[in-house]
Structure formats: C-alpha cells, structure tokens
C-alpha cells in the first residue's frame, strides 16, 4: 500500500507541475492536466489519512493538515477554469503548508 500512495505523489505531483507550465502558456488543455493532478492529491491524502487513523491525536491531526492543504489545490484549479490569476496564491499556499508539515516529524 506504501508504495501504491508513493506512485500516486509521484503521478498527482507531476501532473501539477505539468498543468502549471502549461498554463504559463495558456495552452487549453493545461486546467484538465491541473485539475486531474488536483483531484488525486485529494483523493491520496484522503485516503491516506482515513487508512493512518491512529489513537496518536498528533499524527492524525498532521494527515487532517495535509488532506485540507490539498483542497487548496482544489480550488486553485477552480480559479484555472474561471481564468482567474489567484490559482497561484492557492497553489503556494498549498506549497507552504505541506512544507511545514514535512518538518513536523515523528515526536518522542
């Protein structure tokens, strides 16, 4: 299962990074690339944090983080499909929260 919700980071990251180039280029199709990219990081961390629900009150409340982070990515894409610039305030804002919690390691 680990190695299922790595292959999923490493498709769900590449179709944002892909769907954010290409909207750079206002190509038409770059909101689709984006939007699939958004909806399985979603989908992982949703999954990921129901599948990690554990009596520790601090590792589940950093994958609850993390699922909410990734609705930012969410909405950024709505903001493609409406042509609105703000996807990228949303898409950073994503970007410095699963960077925090990447820091928020195992406690003692």
Not at 16 to 29: E, H, I, K, N, S
Not at 56 to 70: K, P, Q, T
Not at 75 to 85: E, H, L, P
């Amino acid at each position: 299962m680990k190695r299922l919700h790595t292959i999923l980071i490493t498709v769900f990251g590449a179709l944002l990074l892909a769907g954010a180039f290409l909207r750079t280029f206002d190509l038409p199709f770059a909101e689709w690339v984006f939007s699939a990219g958004a909806l399985l990081a979603v989908v992982q961390s949703f999954v990921f944090a129901m599948q990690n629900k554990t009596d520790d009150r601090r590792e589940s409340r950093l994958h609850l983080l993390n699922f909410v982070a990734s609705l930012f990515l969410g909405v950024a894409a709505w903001m493609m499909w409406v042509d609105s610039n703000s996807w990228v305030v949303m898409l950073l804002c994503y970007v410095v929260v699963v960077l925090f919690l990447s820091f928020r390691g195992k406690g003692k």
